[in-house]
């Protein structure tokens, strides 16, 4: 194989994992592109279907393999597990999706993989934890997708409010990924300006910043009730944290991120922003928050820490 060939593995080939795979076609991410999924058939067909798009992209060798086949990997970005089904919360699927967890991370490491691991099924933040610890790599090269769908969300919904686009709002959903997430308004920019005098001046009141987060927050129960789930827009999140790893890019993205003293709290995978580079996390960069923003994030982490250790204890029986 050439020095220069990036190579990637997708493990878990259902709805978001295809459209993964759709999304690092699109942008002729890595030119080398595994699919490993219990459902080989599908993992086949989706290679057949997707090799087709290369014409009018960039050349890819994408197949079917197996886990063996993830070893010479830069990046492994693991989708499998049950989904999120109407009614249920992502801290739902923490019982049945620690096991899948673990029954992927023995034969990856088995595989000698040594390349940065990429984690996207929920609970994210847990599953993530998880698979640090079941896997024994550097958290640095563990980390989740964490925070970022929320976040393109808030950038959308504020992008509408203020006229102008998501892409110039600096603005971050922290915390879990699920119920207790929230925006971190005060240390978010509009061009420079402070986010909350844009806000302001564009007549937005705190009742409707509350209802804009809480609408963020809602946002995937109201996809899943529709479509029965949602996929494009992780898929596209993680389609761009892949680019910052591939590319070294030591871009700053909202991940789940390990903190190791940042807000106070260790030992625990959460939504933050974080420098993304080959590596994988850089550095975890600790945003300013108020008081009011502090408390949820502490309340957020304890949530997460809570529903980890019982998620833990169960699996030991």
Do not use: W
């Amino acid at each position: 194989m050439a020095q220069n060939r990036q190579k990637v593995a997708l493990i878990g080939d259902g709805a978001v994992g295809s459209s993964y795979a759709f999304a690092m076609m699109q942008q002729g991410l890595a030119e080398d592109f595994v699919i490993v999924d219990v459902i080989k058939e599908r993992t086949e067909g989706d290679a057949l279907d997707l090799e087709d798009a290369q014409v009018f992209t960039a050349p890819k060798n994408i197949y079917s393999g197996d886990y063996k086949d993830c070893a010479d990997a830069d990046l492994a970005v693991i989708t499998a597990g049950a989904p999120q089904k109407p009614g249920e919360s992502r801290l739902d699927l923490v019982n049945k999706n620690l096991k899948i967890m673990q029954s992927i991370i023995k034969p990856l490491v088995a595989s000698g993989f040594k390349g940065v691991l990429l984690v996207a099924a929920n609970p994210v933040d847990i599953l993530t934890y998880a698979a640090q610890k079941f896997s024994g790599f550097p958290k640095s090269r563990v980390f989740g997708s964490g925070t970022s769908l929320d976040t393109t969300r808030l950038q959308v919904a504020l992008s509408k409010k203020l006229k102008v686009s998501p892409q110039s709002i600096d603005a971050y959903i922290m915390g879990e990924h699920g119920d207790s997430e929230f925006a971190a308004y005060s240390a978010a920019r509009v061009g420079g300006e402070s986010f909350l005098a844009a806000a302001k001046r564009a007549g937005l009141s705190t009742d409707d910043l509350t209802k804009i987060e809480d609408d963020v927050r809602k946002k995937a129960y109201e996809i899943i009730n529709r479509k029965g789930a949602t996929f494009y827009g992780v898929a596209t999140a993680l389609m761009r944290i892949s680019k910052a790893v591939l590319h070294d890019e030591n871009a700053i993205l909202p991940v789940g991120a390990p903190v190791d003293g940042e807000y106070g709290l260790h030992d625990l995978y959460i939504g933050s922003p974080a420098v993304i580079n080959g590596a994988g996390i850089d550095r975890v960069i600790e945003v300013p928050l108020n008081d009011d923003e502090k408390s949820k994030m502490q309340a957020s982490a304890k949530t997460l820490k809570e529903t980890l250790e019982n998620g833990m204890a169960n699996l030991q029986k």
